[in-house]
Nanobody, 116 residues
């Protein structure tokens, strides 16, 4: 059974930082592309960042230079370091692991709220 457990969300003031973590189990983590998506109220879910099994990284234009994605294959964990947070970064952040259409899994989501 595949499980993705996210942590690290919360309330932060503008300009602050948070680090999200997503621990996976039930998969061969190292072969998966892993990524973070977010969904703000009234908006579609969007890709934030993804890292492939070969450590190729892709960022949304809106977070380039602000967020950093990384993975630790030994810990079956993907991280998202978020710096200089802005109110528009407020969303539910979801972890995703992907290895083909039949192997695509989502975490439960973690709320990030940026507000003073």
């Amino acid at each position: 059974q595949v499980q993705l457990v996210e942590s690290g969300g919360g309330l932060v003031q503008p300009g602050g930082s948070l680090r999200l973590s997503c621990a996976a189990s039930g998969i061969i983590f190292s072969i998966y592309t892993v990524g973070w998506y977010r969904q703000a109220p009234g908006k579609q879910r969007e890709l934030v960042a993804a890292i492939t099994s070969r450590f190729r990284i892709n960022y949304a234009d809106s977070v380039e230079g602000q967020f950093t994605i990384s993975r630790d294959n030994n810990k079956y964990t993907v991280y998202l370091q978020m710096n200089s947070l802005r109110p528009e970064d407020t969303a539910v952040y979801y972890c995703n692991v992907h290895y083909g259409p039949a192997s695509d899994y989502w975490g439960q989501g973690t709320q990030v709220t940026v507000s003073s």
